[in-house]
């Protein structure tokens, strides 16, 4: 498997996945242009992917949407609630807890987020497994198990608790990036990254960083610190940036 965020922050977030036989998107948050060049940067045909995923309807995640699908004709799966949100799709499919995607396995984990609807993803394909959430306040427990172990956590760290809650951000929308309904802190997301990670991990993209309320340098720090007084360790942790896409990372 293999795997490049095209984009990842408030203002835009794409992700895509491939195996040798299946193409997918996480997510059109950015210009249906924008996609369109960073795939072509990757040598893919936008109208050969077989999928896009939709995590939830806000518009940093569904902004290229409607120009893209309109262009290319993809299958879009979502839920029966992100529907009324993206009334204009033709092709769509409403995903199940768990389904396949050619020869990708798709775990569709329910996110909390202030949205009709939210999800996260664990994608698998010949023992190998990708993990992607971003937009929770927290993640639930009856989910830990499934989590635990995998190669790559594509994970939000959204921003730095005390820089929030010091910054600009009017008072009810810091409530509401540290409701439940909101975003991981770089807190929160390290504890979650140090209980699950094993010794199948091989990377950590830390993604979603909020551009007035954290810094890559905090959000790796507190994740470092974090796997150091638990006596763990990674040895590729990325930094995913608004404006560049990562590199291509294969497992």
Same mark, same amino acid.
């Given at each position: 498997?293999?795997?490049?965020?095209?984009?990842?922050?408030?203002?835009?977030?794409?992700?895509?996945?491939?195996?040798?036989?299946?193409? $997918?998107?996480?997510?059109?948050?950015?210009?249906?242009?924008?996609?369109?060049?960073?795939?072509?940067?990757?040598?893919?045909?936008?109208?050969?992917?077989?999928?896009?995923? $939709?995590?939830?309807?806000?518009?940093?995640?569904?902004?290229?949407?409607?120009?893209?699908?309109?262009?290319?004709?993809?299958?879009?799966?979502?839920?029966?609630? =992100?529907?009324?949100?993206?009334?204009?799709?033709?092709?769509?499919?409403?995903?199940?807890?768990?389904?396949?995607?050619?020869?990708?396995?798709?775990?569709?984990?329910?996110?909390?987020?202030?949205?009709?609807?939210?999800?996260?993803? $664990?994608?698998?394909?010949?023992?190998?497994?990708?993990?992607?959430?971003?937009?929770?306040?927290?993640?639930?427990?009856?989910?830990?198990?499934?989590?635990?172990?995998?190669?790559?956590?594509? =994970?939000?760290?959204?921003?730095?608790?005390? =820089?929030?809650?010091?910054?600009?951000?009017?008072?009810?929308?810091?409530?509401?990036?540290?409701?439940?309904?909101?975003?991981?802190?770089?807190?929160?997301?390290?504890?979650?990254?140090?209980?699950?990670?094993?010794?199948?991990?091989?990377?950590?993209?830390?993604?979603?960083?909020?551009?007035?309320?954290?810094?890559?340098?905090?959000?790796?720090?507190?994740?470092?610190?974090?796997?150091?007084?638990?006596?763990?360790? $990674?040895?590729?942790?990325?930094?995913?940036?608004?404006?560049?896409?990562?590199?291509?990372?294969?497992?």
């Amino acid at each position: 498997m293999r795997v490049c965020v095209l984009s990842s922050g408030s203002k835009g977030n794409t992700t895509y996945i491939e195996t040798d036989t299946t193409r $997918i998107l996480i997510d059109i948050g950015n210009s249906a242009k924008y996609v369109k060049e960073k795939l072509e940067d990757l040598n893919v045909d936008p109208s050969s992917l077989d999928a896009i995923l $939709i995590t939830h309807t806000h518009i940093d995640h569904v902004k290229g949407l409607k120009v893209f699908v309109k262009k290319f004709d993809i299958p879009v799966y979502i839920t029966d609630r =992100m529907l009324s949100c993206l009334d204009y799709l033709c092709n769509y499919r409403f995903m199940d807890e768990e389904f396949d995607i050619k020869d990708i396995h798709v775990n569709s984990i329910k996110t909390s987020h202030d949205t009709p609807d939210s999800r996260g993803f $664990i994608l698998s394909c010949n023992d190998k497994s990708i993990v992607y959430i971003t937009d929770t306040g927290y993640i639930n427990k009856k989910y830990f198990d499934v989590l635990k172990n995998r190669n790559v956590y594509i =994970m939000e760290s959204n921003h730095d608790i005390e =820089m929030l809650s010091n910054g600009s951000y009017p008072f009810k929308l810091r409530q509401r990036i540290l409701s439940d309904k909101g975003h991981l802190s770089n807190y929160d997301s390290s504890k979650y990254l140090s209980s699950f990670i094993g010794d199948n991990t091989k990377y950590i993209l830390l993604a979603h960083l909020s551009e007035e309320n954290n810094t890559k340098e905090l959000a790796y720090e507190t994740l470092i610190n974090k796997l150091n007084s638990d006596n763990k360790h $990674i040895d590729n942790i990325i930094i995913t940036q608004q404006d560049k896409e990562t590199e291509l990372i294969e497992v």
